[in-house]
């Protein structure tokens, strides 16, 4: 019966850790985002080089955006917080002309801030604003958003839980071979 229980605890521990780490890449795994306008064969168009707007994002949106799209003075870009009356927040056009004519805060909505045309910097031109709108997609589609503080605070906890009940386990075990060790001891000085 001890060896049935030492087999099943040797093979559930894993277990119970392995399935615990996939159904947490599972939870973390990127979520497809709606889309902009798309071709026939089904990939998006975009208006211009995400590589470039990455680079002019970091220059020019960052100190309001975040570096890593996740908001800060100015809205959350990815995922792209939703906008009331607007269908697409992905759609190119929609992008090219928040970021072209800047926004005024809404009346009512406290997370509304005021955007300046073209982020306050006069000098970008309009394949500037287009390769932004397309970093902007390519960002949303294809990278993960930063977890929010809620949800890193659940996984810290489930990882720390799960480390102190593997701790408790393998205590438990030393002590278990411990105790059978000192009995095996004690029944030899008697002899």
């Known amino acids: 019966m001890r060896v049935t229980r030492g087999v099943v605890l040797a093979m559930g521990v894993p277990a119970f850790f392995v399935l615990t780490a996939l159904s947490t890449l599972a939870d973390s795994s990127p979520s497809p985002s709606p889309g902009g ?3 026939a064969s089904g990939a998006t168009t975009l208006p ?3 590589s470039k707007g990455e680079t002019l994002y970091a220059q020019n949106c960052a100190s309001c955006h975040g570096a890593g799209l996740e908001g800060g003075i100015g809205a959350t870009l990815n995922p792209i917080e939703k906008l009331p009356g607007v269908s697409n927040p992905l759609d190119p056009q ?6 072209t004519n800047g926004r005024q805060p809404q009346p009512g909505d406290p997370k509304s801030t005021q955007m300046p045309a073209k982020g306050g910097n006069g000098s970008l031109t309009e394949q500037d604003v287009k390769d932004l709108a397309s970093y902007i997609i390519v ?3 294809t ?3 930063p977890l929010s503080p809620g949800e890193l605070a659940k996984r810290t906890i489930l990882w720390v839980s799960i480390g102190i009940i593997a701790m ?3 205590t438990y ?3 278990t071979y411990n105790m059978r060790w000192i009995a095996r001891r004690a029944a030899a000085r008697r002899r």
């Open 37 to 39: 306008s798309s071709t």
């Open 48 to 50: 211009g080089d995400p």
């Open 94 to 99: 929609f992008l090219i002309a928040i970021i």
């Open 139 to 141: 960002a949303n589609r």
């Open 143 to 145: 990278g993960s958003p």
């Open 168 to 170: 408790i386990f393998i």
């Open 173 to 175: 075990l030393l002590s």
